[in-house]
């Protein structure tokens, strides 16, 4: 079982790093699912996750607060927005229009409805 967290935790944390690059993937969610796993899985492979600069942080906030920082928030808010409205102005069909337009509406709200560290 040790071994299918360890694999699930790997899958989630490359997840977690392609969403810092890609917008259209969330990074917190996929690395707090990887540190769940990984802390199912090895006390060496979570602490290595806790220690890494980059990523280590938001996983701790999130254990300590639940919440994320000021900054965080409005920057993965402003990207969400920048981004979708690119796509949508970029891409043919009525359809695929509205669907990146519903997407970005949840995405949005999801985001500001998150706790805001004091």
């Not at 769940?36 to 938001?58: E, F, H, K, M, V």
């Amino acid at each position: 079982m040790r071994l299918v967290f360890a694999v699930i935790g790997t899958i989630a944390l490359a997840f977690g790093v392609l969403g810092i690059i890609l917008p259209v993937l969330p990074t917190t969610p996929f690395l707090l699912l990887a540190a769940a796993c990984y802390a199912r899985a090895s006390t060496r492979l979570y602490g290595w996750l806790l220690g890494q600069s980059a990523l280590g942080p938001i996983i701790a906030r999130w254990r300590e607060s639940r919440s994320l920082a000021p900054g965080v928030k409005v920057r993965a808010i402003v990207l969400v927005i920048v981004t979708f409205a690119v796509s949508i102005l970029l891409v043919d069909g009525l359809l695929v229009r509205v669907l990146l337009l519903v997407t970005a509406t949840i995405l949005t709200v999801f985001l500001a409805r998150l706790p805001t560290d004091p």
